[in-house]
Nanobody, 118 residues
Framework: QVQLVQSGGGLVQAGGSLRLSCAAS????????MGWYRQAPGKQREFVAD???????NFADSVRGRFTISRDNAKNTVYLQMNSLKPEDTAVYSC????????????WGQGTQVTIST
């Protein structure tokens, strides 16, 4: 059974930083893209960033230049470093990964609350 377990998050003042981690565990084959989405109260879930197995990255315009995404393939872990945080970054952040287990399947983490205070 494959699981994505998130850590990090919490409450920080505007302008601060937080780091999220997401580790895949279980009977894992190859992991392709890993990424992060977020959902603010009353809003739809939105893409934040993703990273390919080779390290190519994509970012939402709203976070580009402030957030970085990285991964450790040996640890099956993806990280989201969030700097210069703004109140509008407040949301539940969820990681996702495309994992090959007989076929490509998408898995999601449990979600982590990130709250930015003014």
């Amino acid at each position: 059974q494959v699981q994505l377990v998130q850590s990090g998050g919490g409450l920080v003042q505007a302008g601060g930083s937080l780091r999220l981690s997401c580790a895949a565990s279980g009977s894992i084959g190859t992991i392709n893209n890993m990424g992060w989405y977020r959902q603010a109260p009353g809003k739809q879930r939105e893409f934040v960033a993703d990273i390919s197995r080779g390290g190519a990255t994509n970012f939402a315009d709203s976070v580009r230049g402030r957030f970085t995404i990285s991964r450790d393939n040996a640890k099956n872990t993806v990280y989201l470093q969030m700097n210069s945080l703004k109140p509008e970054d407040t949301a539940v952040y969820s990681c996702t990964a495309n994992i090959f287990i007989g076929a490509w399947r998408e898995f999601w983490g449990q979600g982590t609350q990130v709250t930015i205070s003014t």
